[in-house]
């Protein structure tokens, strides 16, 4: 973890500030356990007496280490924040053109959903669908990454936007 020394240094990328390797598979308790020690760091309570700089300061790496967390605690977050460091720009990224397939996929799923009743035998069918499908895209986003290959990441990226967005609305988890 890094200590700021003014109000005008950059602020670290999160995987620097929260001392955990710049990939998408991260140790969800390890992070958390970093961030809590970071944020403890910076507690306003500890700058009760300090300058107003050093307030400010501190108040400021809070606040980056609050995004820091809630972006890499979040697997579809997590992947965006690894395609923007590699330069993608992600507006871009999701005006690309889904699979017609895919798109009729989701259509179905949700039509499911729509007509499958919470706890029915259909709907616990639909979630294990739909948890494959989550499972699949992290597999594509990690492949591509590995083969750093932005642009196949960038897809994968965009697709798990739409298959994470189905799982809560099921109440499924979206992990990863």
């Given at each position: 973890m890094t200590t700021p020394k003014s109000a005008t240094e950059a602020l670290p990328d999160y995987f620097t500030l929260l001392g955990?390797?710049?990939?998408?598979d991260v140790d969800l308790d390890q992070l958390g356990n970093r961030f809590r020690t970071l944020i403890a760091r910076f507690h306003p309570d500890r700058f009760v007496a300090a300058t107003a700089a050093e307030q400010r300061v501190a108040a400021q790496w809070?606040?980056?280490?609050?995004?820091?967390?809630?972006?890499?605690?979040?697997?579809?977050?997590r992947a965006a924040y690894l395609l923007s460091l590699r330069g993608v720009v992600l507006a871009d990224a999701e005006r690309n053109p889904v699979s017609g397939e895919f798109l009729m996929q989701q259509m179905q799923l949700r039509e499911q959903a729509a007509e499958s009743q919470s706890g029915s035998e259909a709907r616990k069918a639909l979630a294990s669908t739909v948890n494959a499908l989550w499972q699949s895209?992290?597999?594509?986003?990690?492949e591509a990454m590995d083969r750093d290959c932005v642009r196949d990441a960038s897809s994968?990226?965009?697709?798990?936007?739409?298959?994470?967005k189905l799982s809560r609305e099921l109440g499924l988890p979206v992990k990863g």
């Open positions: 955990v390797e710049r990939r998408f809070a606040a980056h280490a609050n995004a820091a967390q809630a972006t890499l605690q979040d697997p579809v977050k895209t992290l597999a594509s986003f990690r994968a990226w965009v697709k798990m936007q739409y298959v994470a």
